[in-house]
């Protein structure tokens, strides 16, 4: 069974820092896209950042210059360092990852979730 374990949420000061960490375990054939997500309380959940298994990446303009996305395709884990932090950032982050477990599947799954508390 895939799963996506997250870690690295907490309390932080505004204009301080965050390191997420994502790793995958299961039978995975290929792992592709790597993304994180996040869900502010009253509100949907947004894509934070995505990188291909090439290492290309995407990042929502409210993180952009702030936010670092990475992947280390031999540990299938995936590194969001999150710097300048502000109120806004405020929310419940998920990892989500697009995996095959044979040359004909393709699939998706999402952790669990970590919370991440900027105070102002």
């Known amino acids: 069974q895939v799963q996506l374990v997250e870690s690295g949420g907490g309390l932080v000061q505004a204009g301080g820092f965050l390191r997420l960490s994502c790793a995958a375990s299961g039978t995975i054939f290929i792992l592709h896209d790597m993304g994180w997500y996040r869900q502010a309380p009253g509100k949907q959940r947004e894509l934070v950042a995505t990188?291909?298994?090439?290492?290309?990446?995407n990042y929502a303009d409210s993180v952009k210059g702030r936010f670092t996305i990475s992947r280390d395709n031999a540990k299938k884990a995936s590194i969001l360092q999150m710097n300048s932090l502000k109120p806004e950032d405020t929310a419940v982050y998920y990892c989500?990852?697009?995996?095959?477990?044979?040359?004909?599947?393709?699939?998706?799954?999402w952790g669990q979730g970590t919370l991440v508390t900027v105070s102002s």
């Open positions: 989500h990852a697009r995996y095959s477990t044979t040359r004909t599947t393709y699939l998706e799954i």
């Open positions: 990188i291909t298994s090439g290492g290309t990446t």
